[in-house]
Nanobody, 124 residues
Framework: QVQLVESGGGLVQAGDSLRLSCAASGRFASGLAMGWFRQAPGKEREFVAAVSGSGDNTKYADSVKGRFAISRDNAKNTVYLQMNGLKPEDTAVYYC?????????????????WGQGTQVTVSS
């Protein structure tokens, strides 16, 4: 089993930056592909970014390319989402996700493991 715990959400102003973290723990936590989804009020959950277990392959939604960067520290089983140039439309609950296979996150959008979510609010 794998547990994912997010941190780093908060209230910021448009144009600010924020970094989310997600720590994975559990028997099978090491080396999983990991990623981020978000869900805004009244909208469906959408893919944001993902990174392979080795860290050498990353995927991004078009809406965040050039503004967000995903990275990972395998020694800590932790993935990060650096969010720059935040916009009010980035306001959402951000969920960490993990799966053995990267495409299950960015393509199939059906990862095996989910975190509880962390709120990000961007004021205009």
């Amino acid at each position: 089993q794998v547990q994912l715990v997010e941190s780093g959400g908060g209230l910021v102003q448009a144009g600010d930056s924020l970094r989310l973290s997600c720590a994975a723990s559990g028997r099978f936590a090491s080396g999983l592909a990991m990623g981020w989804f978000r869900q805004a009020p009244g909208k469906e959950r959408e893919f944001v970014a993902a990174v392979s277990g080795s860290g050498d392959n990353t995927k991004y939604a078009d809406s965040v390319k050039g503004r967000f960067a995903i990275s990972r520290d395998n020694a800590k089983n932790t993935v990060y989402l650096q969010m720059n140039g935040l916009k009010p439309e980035d306001t959402a609950v951000y969920y960490c996700a993990a799966d053995l296979v990267l495409r299950m996150i960015f393509s199939q959008q059906q990862p095996d493991y989910w975190g509880q979510g962390t709120q990000v609010t961007v004021s205009s």
